[in-house]
């Protein structure tokens, strides 16, 4: 059955890095667009991240933009979030979603995405 698997969330301190990744099962991963999430606490979900199916365009929410690297391995189903420069405001359920790319365009909506993992918790604090 279809899987995404998050991992590498954790605590880190104000300033500090954390690299997050997302292993795909199920699918044929490299049809798919992929995106990162999050859900901070008492707040709606929120796009942050995505990258084109092939990895040749990548896209950022403002509140990321300059701090945060998508990238993915279609060799080996995986998705990456790198993250530096990490604030208080990061702390979030971080989840990764894929968007089937089938003739459409790439979309920070998050209704188009078809397939999501459980999210792993990132805590930026001192």
């Known amino acids: 059955q279809v899987q995404l698997v998050e991992s590498g969330g954790g605590l880190a301190q104000p300033g500090g890095s954390l690299t997050l990744s997302c292993a795909g099962s199920g699918f044929t991963f490299s049809n798919y667009y992929m995106s990162w999430a999050r859900q901070a606490p008492g707040k709606g979900l929120e796009w942050v991240s995505g990258?084109?199916?092939?990895?040749?365009?990548?896209y950022y929410a403002d509140s990321v933009r300059g701090r945060f690297t998508i990238s993915r391995d279609n060799a080996k189903n995986t998705l990456y979030l790198q993250m530096n420069s990490l604030r208080p405001e990061d702390t979030a359920l971080y989840y990764c979603?894929?968007?089937?790319?089938?003739?459409?365009?790439?979309?920070?909506?998050?209704?188009?995405?078809?397939?999501w993992g459980q999210g792993t918790q990132v805590t930026v604090s001192s």
């Open positions: 990258i084109y199916s092939d990895g040749s365009d990548t």
């Open positions: 979603a894929a968007q089937l790319r089938d003739g459409t365009h790439f979309s920070t909506s998050l209704n188009d995405y078809k397939y």
